[in-house]
């Protein structure tokens, strides 16, 4: 019988961001791609959501005791859910998350807020040119022949995630507020649940020293497995990716 496992995906993006994974993944995993409200065939429920009411959407999405996997938005929702939700999640993989996204006078280890303004702006308009910017972004690139092919991933992956339905402006604008808003650092200690935390030493969104802040903050059993990427490690360095995440499932906590 094979392991169930839930893959929340980030902000912006749809469940096509997984795609490249699925063939790797379905030998070993019972795959279960959720999708946010607003995002791909997932309407949203209300025009405004918070992070409770998300995170109560995907776990009514989500088969009990399965492992959990979020990326970026997504991670936070799933710490959320192992938070408040423990008895439903077996295991939980954290991929590029934060427990706070927005700098802030006690922390440094996040994105300014006029960054977050400007990508808030960027998305009022075109969304395919937006996303290809914005998931350029997010790719490291070490040399020009990894720019090339970063940027032809870039322009793949937009044209793979805007075929499915595009999330409305306000359902975009709701989910960074939700982010700004959003900050478990004093919930991290009351975790149970054996978490691994996937980071990217060179992520522009979420800066290394807040995996750091993780792991040094989690109580449960937890590792900590840094990756020479960026934002999307599990499309940078899929093959690494994916024995990080099937030696974890395989593991006893």
Known sequence: MTLPLVLVHGWGVNTAIWNALIPELEPEFEVHLIEL?????????????SLAEITDNVLSQAPDRAVWAGWSLGGTIALNAALTHPERIKKLQLISTTPRFLTGSDWEHGIQKEAFDKLAISFRGDYTKALQSFLRLQLYKTDRAEQRIFRRMAKDLT??????HTPSVAVLQNGLAMLANTDLRD??????IDTQI???KNDPLVPIEASHFLNKNLTSPHSLIEMETGHIPFLESTKGYIK???RFCKTES
């Open 37 to 49: 409200p607003g995002y791909g065939d997932s309407p949203p429920t209300q025009p405004e959501m």
């Open 159 to 164: 044209s793979l995630i805007a075929t499915h």
């Open 187 to 192: 919930q991290l200690p009351h975790l149970t």
């Open 198 to 200: 996937i980071a990217g």
């Open 244 to 246: 990080a995440l099937t």
